[in-house]
């Protein structure tokens, strides 16, 4: 995404400079995750799988080319055995996103050509490991940000690049916060930081990142009002916060009813013009945490170029002489702490703090409805593929 990005900032005299350092701020050092050891859960043979064969037969979901969920085909394939400090993985959970939604119309800013296979995350177990991976092993359940290639009944992965997760926690669930879940964590506590006694504005609050965000900001003793449509108002309140109907209501001026200083943070993945309202809406020391441009999903011309007014804008208000700051926020922001805060919502998640909102689970031949669904806003909480 970076590379993409900057090579599309190129020709955009003055935007690069301000990508870096938008991108830049609140850099972390890298961290030492602790190795995790565990013994034999499940032989090969009985996970139907006896490693004797050089390769491995998949069955995936291809995203061929644009146009409607309908495009989607099914295919069987053959992968390499894992290599060294590779695992095969037999997916459980495959979650479906936004970003599909965004690669299907070829709008997403990192995807890539046609044809390829979707997934962005996914939860399942180990079937098999290469050489050289001694802190994982057989039967050991894990989870994996892919961006790509997930939506597959067994994939290969960095032994490097997967987290395990409980076995007492229900892959659907779990899935619905490996993307989701970190999301929501480091914009709350790594770029907004906020604090018990604070205001929020999380748009989309009853949609996957928004559902995980609302309640990790209740946790956090933190006042949270959250836009949605009206259906959806029941979701927010249930979550211990204050709707507010994008549709009907006018959001700034229902917000400075609500919170007459303005707010502590807002979290906003629409961009375009909203991003102003947003930026608008923040109180004294107040940040807006932006992380996507739904706005332009229908949008023309080349898929970054929605980024480079946001990119703008992010910039110019970072310099500006106020106390209030701007941010973009992307889920690889910081890679090296990936696994160390999804083991904290995991935790929230198997302790019962924090539960997920799965609307409907497809089996993976009805990819097209799963996507389809998310694709029609109808959607509560994550849509999951369980192949």
């Known amino acids: 995404m970076h590379i993409n990005v900057l090579r599309y900032l190129d020709s955009e005299p003055g935007l690069r400079g301000a990508y870096r350092r938008v991108m830049t701020t609140n850099s972390l050092e890298r961290p030492r995750i602790d190795s995790i050891k565990q013994s034999l859960g499940l032989s090969r043979a009985a996970t139907g799988y006896t490693g004797s064969e050089e390769t491995v037969t998949v069955t ?3 995203m061929p080319r644009k146009g409607g969920p309908d495009v989607l085909q099914l295919r069987e394939r053959q992968i390499a055995r894992p290599e060294h400090g590779q695992v095969l993985v037999r997916v459980e959970a495959a979650g479906v996103s936004f970003a599909e939604v965004q690669m299907l119309r070829g709008r997403y800013f990192d995807q890539p050509s046609f044809p390829f296979v979707p997934g962005y995350d996914i939860v399942g177990n180990i079937i098999d490991v290469g050489t050289g991976v001694d802190h994982l092993s057989v039967g050991q359940r894990v989870a994996a940000l892919t961006e790509t290639g997930g939506w597959v009944d067994r994939i290969v992965l960095s032994a490097d690049d997967v987290v395990p997760v409980s076995t007492d926690v229900d892959p659907a669930e779990a899935v619905a916060l490996v ?20 205001t929020v504005l999380v748009h989309g609050a009853s949609g996957g990142v928004g559902t995980v965000l609302t309640q990790l900001a209740r946790l956090r003793d933190v006042q949270v009002l959250g836009t ?21 209501e006018n959001v700034p001026s229902r917000v400075a009813e609500l919170t007459p200083d303005g ?24 940040t807006l945490v932006s992380y996507g441009v739904a706005a332009a999903l229908d949008a023309t011309g080349h898929r970054l170029k929605p980024f480079v007014p946001l990119f703008g804008r992010i910039a110019l208000w970072t310099v500006l002489p106020n106390d209030r700051r701007a941010t973009f926020y992307y889920v690889q922001r910081w890679p090296d702490r990936f ?16 539960t997920t909102h799965v609307d409907r689970r497809f089996p993976l031949e ?3 409805e799963a996507l389809g669904l998310l694709d029609s806003g109808e959607a509560t909480g994550k849509v999951v593929i369980t192949p």
């Open 60 to 62: 995936e979901v291809v």
């Open 179 to 198: 993307t989701n879940g970190v999301t929501a964590w480091q914009m709350l506590h790594r770029v907004a930081k906020v604090r018990p006694g604070q």
């Open 228 to 248: 949605a449509s009206a259906a959806k108002h029941d979701t927010v309140r249930a979550m211990g916060a204050t709707p507010i109907d994008y549709r009907t």
């Open 263 to 286: 707010v502590d943070a807002v979290f906003d993945h629409l961009g375009g013009t909203a991003v102003v309202d947003s930026w608008r809406m923040l109180g004294p020391g107040g």
């Open 339 to 354: 696994g160390e805060d999804l083991q904290q919502v995991f935790e929230l998640l198997a302790g019962g703090s924090l």
């Open 366 to 368: 009805d990819a097209s």
